[in-house]
């Protein structure tokens, strides 16, 4: 079983910065390429950010040079540094991995959480 909790999102100001956290735990044996995600209503769930398993990283246009994917193998964990926010980054944040646990691969979604970017 494999769980993800995220963590970090909020309400900030237009120009300031917010850290989103993902942090997988349970049996877990391999982790791909994962990525942040992001969704606002009526809009489909569109790719903000991704890191492959050697580290090469991939942005939205709309956020690079902002925002800064990293993970931590070692703790199985995901992050999210957003700077410069613009009340455009306002969406729910969600974090995607592709798991091995102790038999076969499996993709994960986190619970999501909330950035609100106000002007």
């Known amino acids: 079983q494999v769980q993800l909790v995220e963590s970090g999102g909020g309400l900030v100001q237009a120009g300031g910065s917010l850290t989103l956290s993902c942090a997988a735990s349970?049996?877990?044996?391999?982790?791909?390429?994962v990525a942040w995600y992001r969704q606002t209503p009526g809009k489909q769930r569109e790719l903000v950010a991704g890191?492959?398993?050697?580290?090469?990283?991939n942005y939205l246009g709309a956020v690079k040079g902002r925002f800064t994917i990293s993970k931590d193998n070692a703790k199985n964990t995901l992050n999210l540094q957003m700077n410069s926010l613009q009340s455009e980054d306002t969406a729910v944040y969600y974090c995607?991995?592709?798991?091995?646990?102790?038999?076969?691969?499996?993709?994960?979604w986190g619970q999501g959480t909330q950035v609100t970017v106000s002007s």
């Open positions: 890191i492959n398993s050697v580290g090469m990283t």
């Open positions: 995607h991995l592709p798991i091995k646990g102790a038999a076969a691969w499996g993709t994960y």
């Open positions: 349970g049996s877990i044996s391999s982790i791909g390429a």
